[in-house]
C-alpha cells in the first residue's frame, strides 16, 4: 500500500472488560462512550453476561490466555493511548491482566473495581478483590469506586462525605495512586464526587441530583469517558471533570426514555463527535 504523506492515527482506547448482553454497561457501553467522544475503540472481553435491565442471570468467564491474546493482538497491531478495566472475576484474570499491562508498557490506565451490578448480582470471586488491590492498585493511573466498591474494600459502610474522604485515604494507603469515589449511593438533592491523589491534593465535585430511573452502566460510562480523555491528551484533573460532565448530559437525555422493564440506560449518543485523529 502506498505511504501517506502526512499518516494520521485516531485516538485509541482499550476496554478490559465484561460484556453486557443488554447494551448498557460493560464493553457495549464502553464502545458507545469511545464513539461519542471521538476515539477509536477496541475491545479484550473478560467475561460474557447474560444480562437485561432487570439483572444478570448468568455470568461466563473467558479463559485467561484467550483475554491476553485478545489484548496482545490490538496493541501489537493497532495500538492503545489509555486502558480502561472494568469487570475482573477472577484472581486468574487480574493477574493475565497485570501481565499484559506490563508486557506492553502500558500505564494510562484507569481501573472501574466493578464488583457488584446495579441489580445487586456479585460480579466478582472474593479472591479476586485481594488481587485487584495488590496487583492492580500500584499498577493504573486512577482507581474509581462507587460508594459500595468502596465499602467493600475498606470493610465498612461509607454513608456520608466525612466517610468518603477516610475511604479515600484508605484506599490510596492500598497502593492506589488516585481514587475517584462516586457518592451517588449517598442520599439528598445533590451528588459529590471525590477525586483525591497520593500527593494529597483532593477534588471535590458536586452536582444537583438527576432524578432517572436510568442508570444501568454509569459507572461503566465513567470510567470510559475518563479513559477516552485521557486518550485525547487531557491532563487527569481535566479528564475526571469533563468525563463527570458528559455522563450527567448522559443521565438527562436519557431520563425520559424507556428501555426494558427495570433499570435503563444512559443516552450515550446525545452529542457525538467525530473521531479524533493525531499526528503519527
Known amino acids: 500500500m502506498p505511504v501517506e504523506a502526512n499518516p494520521q492515527r485516531y485516538a485509541r482506547v482499550l476496554s478490559i472488560a465484561g460484556s453486557d448482553s443488554g447494551g448498557g454497561a460493560g464493553i457495549q457501553a464502553d464502545l458507545k462512550t469511545f464513539a461519542a467522544l471521538g476515539c477509536f475503540g477496541m475491545t479484550a472481553i473478560t467475561a460474557i453476561t447474560a444480562q437485561n435491565t432487570t439483572g444478570v442471570r448468568s455470568i461466563h468467564g473467558v479463559p485467561p490466555a484467550m483475554l491476553a491474546d485478545?489484548?496482545?493482538?490490538?496493541?501489537?497491531d493497532i495500538g492503545v493511548d489509555a486502558v480502561k478495566?472494568?469487570?475482573?472475576?477472577?484472581?486468574?484474570?487480574?493477574?493475565?491482566?497485570?501481565?499484559?499491562?506490563?508486557?506492553h508498557s502500558l500505564h494510562t490506565v484507569v481501573l472501574d473495581p466493578v464488583m457488584v451490578a446495579t441489580s445487586g448480582a456479585v460480579l466478582i470471586e472474593t479472591s479476586a478483590v485481594d488481587s485487584l488491590v495488590r496487583a492492580l492498585f500500584g499498577r493504573v493511573l486512577l482507581v474509581t469506586p462507587n460508594l459500595d466498591e468502596a465499602s467493600l474494600l475498606v470493610g465498612r459502610r461509607l454513608e456520608s462525605r466525612d466517610d468518603m474522604e477516610q475511604a479515600g485515604a484508605q484506599l490510596l494507603a492500598m497502593?492506589?495512586?488516585?481514587?475517584?469515589?462516586?457518592?451517588?449511593?449517598?442520599?439528598?438533592?445533590?451528588?459529590?464526587?471525590?477525586?483525591?491523589?497520593?500527593?494529597?491534593?483532593?477534588?471535590?465535585?458536586?452536582?444537583?441530583?438527576?432524578?432517572?430511573?436510568?442508570?444501568?452502566?454509569?459507572?461503566?460510562?465513567?470510567?470510559?469517558?475518563?479513559?477516552?480523555?485521557?486518550?485525547?491528551?487531557?491532563?487527569?484533573?481535566?479528564?475526571?471533570?469533563?468525563?463527570?460532565?458528559?455522563?450527567?448530559?448522559?443521565?438527562?437525555?436519557?431520563?425520559?426514555?424507556?428501555?426494558?422493564?427495570?433499570?435503563?440506560?444512559?443516552?450515550?449518543?446525545?452529542?457525538?463527535?467525530?473521531?479524533?485523529?493525531?499526528?503519527?
Open 175 to 280: 497502593g492506589a495512586r488516585s481514587v475517584l469515589i462516586k457518592g451517588g449511593h449517598l442520599p439528598g438533592d445533590e451528588v459529590a464526587d471525590l477525586l483525591l491523589h497520593a500527593s494529597g491534593e483532593a477534588l471535590w465535585m458536586v452536582g444537583e441530583r438527576i432524578h432517572t430511573g436510568n442508570t444501568h452502566g454509569t459507572g461503566c460510562t465513567l470510567s470510559s469517558a475518563i479513559a477516552a480523555q485521557l486518550a485525547l491528551g487531557k491532563p487527569l484533573n481535566e479528564a475526571v471533570q469533563l468525563a463527570r460532565a458528559y455522563v450527567r448530559r448522559a443521565l438527562e437525555a436519557g431520563a425520559p426514555v424507556v428501555t426494558g422493564a427495570g433499570s435503563g440506560p444512559l443516552n450515550h449518543g446525545f452529542a457525538p463527535k467525530p473521531l479524533r485523529t493525531f499526528a503519527t
Open 70 to 76: 485478545q489484548i496482545d493482538a490490538v496493541v501489537e
Open 85 to 103: 478495566i472494568g469487570m475482573l472475576h477472577s484472581a486468574e484474570v487480574v493477574e493475565a491482566v497485570v501481565r499484559a499491562l506490563e508486557r
